[in-house]
T-cell receptor
Framework: ETGVTQSPTHLIKTRGQQVTLRCSSQ?????VSWYQQALGQGPQFIFQ???????GRGNFPPRFSGLQFPNYSSELNVNALELDDSALYLC??????????????FGPGTRLTVL | AQSVTQPDIHITVSEGASLELRCNYS??????LFWYVQSPGQGLQLLLK??????LVQGIKGFEAEFKRSQSSFNLRKPSVHWSDAAEYFC????????????FGGGTRVLVKP
């Protein structure tokens, strides 16, 4: 059974640029959630995708957007990068959607640095 | 709205000593509760979870946690700490009504003295 993988591992961008982060969910999982973890803080929920549809969103601006593909892998896109977007971005996959117990399995994360 | 508080930012414990990490949550209905561990530069690993039933939950690596509804707490314990337990620990709450998003506490960093 393959776990959750994320790419790239590290990324450096400059303010105003756009970035795409990728996540492959665990085999058999149809739900992907994205979290932002700033240095020294707990992860914060960005949004969740279930069967290719957005299924809940946290308190993040519209320049944070996502996609889920038919194979349930996912992308997180961030436009107009700001310095405060520097963080570890975590992807988590799970089986089910709304109404499930949603035990989430996390990937190793992508470390984004915005200069 | 859900919220999680981990009152202790740092805890230092001697190897072989017991460990207890505190977690208090706020949620109107019965929550799903989780403890995750994060080693430096790594993702989150699930230690244990509570959905319903027995309020004392056993997890991996010798950890256990107790759900106390009256105190809105879900404290994590380990009887004897190993040097490899040095990491950051996060308590999280999730709920069906909230679309299953997880709300995390700020974390507790555990340092283990030899």
């Amino acid at each position: 059974e393959t776990g959750v993988t994320q790419s790239p591992t590290h990324l450096i961008k400059t303010r105003g640029q756009q970035v795409t982060l990728r996540c492959s969910s665990q085999s058999g999982h149809n739900t992907v959630s994205w979290y932002q973890q700033a240095l020294g803080q707990g992860p914060q929920f960005i949004f969740q995708y279930y069967r290719e549809e957005e299924n809940g969103r946290g308190n993040f601006p519209p320049r944070f957007s996502g996609l889920q593909f038919p194979n349930y892998s996912s992308e997180l896109n961030v436009n107009a990068l700001e310095l405060d977007d520097s963080a570890l971005y975590l992807c988590a996959s799970s089986l089910g959607g709304t109404g499930s117990r949603n035990e989430q399995f996390f990937g190793p994360g992508t470390r984004l640095t915005v200069l | 709205a859900q919220s999680v508080t981990q009152p202790d930012i740092h805890i230092t414990v001697s190897e072989g000593a017991s460990l207890e990490l505190r977690c208090n949550y706020s949620y109107g209905a019965t929550p799903y509760l989780f403890w995750y561990v994060q080693s430096p530069g790594q993702g989150l690993q699930l230690l244990l979870k509570y959905f319903s039933g027995d309020t004392l939950v056993q997890g991996i690596k010798g950890f256990e946690a107790e759900f106390k509804r009256s105190q809105s707490s879900f404290n994590l314990r380990k009887p004897s700490v190993h040097w490899s337990d040095a990491a950051e620990y996060f308590c999280a709450v999730g709920a069906r009504a909230a679309g299953n998003k997880l709300t995390f506490g700020g974390g507790t960093r555990v340092l283990v003295k030899p």
